[in-house]
């Protein structure tokens, strides 16, 4: 038997199925006689072996992507102090809304809050539209700062899937061109 016809039986080899053909006396007789398939079947089979060993990740998920899941969640108490920003921004409004007056002086601290407007000069409070300015160019950075974040995540992350590929490039081809050799 010819190397190319044994070639046509590699399935039935590999998976060491029963009633391979007629010819399974023939082909056991080849690989013992030819090194070079018989190589090639110990190759395939191995690889097989591989593949059923591989356990599937999920999609993009490196594993610098979950290192940095790992230490976000080592550092939670990030997530505190943003909570306490926002709790803060909201505290600030409401103090801005109730015409709130806050003092230091060589006593201490004068804090004095209305929520009726009192007699007293306009120009030394902020309008309700500039308040609302104020909170819309703070709302807009704070939106600004997430997005770009958020873009320097995504593009590491496509750094890193992309390294990836490459690795998994550089170690397929060498296989390849031995392969290709072998016939």
Avoid at 32 to 40: G, I, K, S, V
Wanted: hydrophobic letters at 35%; a neutral charge.
């Amino acid at each position: 038997m010819r190397c190319d016809e044994i070639h046509e039986h590699w399935v039935d080899l590999i998976y060491d199925e029963g009633g391979t053909a007629p010819a399974n006396d023939e082909i056991r007789d080849h690989l013992r006689t030819c090194p070079a398939c018989r190589d090639e079947l110990e190759e395939l089979t191995r690889t097989r072996k591989y593949l059923q060993a591989w356990k599937d990740e999920s999609p993009l998920r490196s594993v610098a992507v979950a290192r940095q899941e790992s230490l976000l969640r080592r550092k939670s108490g990030w997530r505190y102090v943003r909570y306490g920003a926002v709790a803060a921004m909201a505290l600030i409004c409401f103090l801005a809304l109730a015409n709130t007056e806050i003092r230091l002086n060589e006593s201490g601290f004068s804090f004095t809050t209305s929520l009726f407007s009192r007699n007293a000069r306009e120009s030394e409070y902020y309008t309700k539209g500039e308040i609302r300015e104020l909170m819309k160019r703070a709302l807009d950075d704070s939106e600004s700062r997430v997005n770009e974040s958020n873009y320097l995540m995504m593009q590491k992350m496509l750094d890193t899937v992309e390294q990836e590929r490459w690795m998994d490039l550089r170690f397929v081809r060498p296989q390849r061109s031995q392969n290709n050799n072998r016939n």
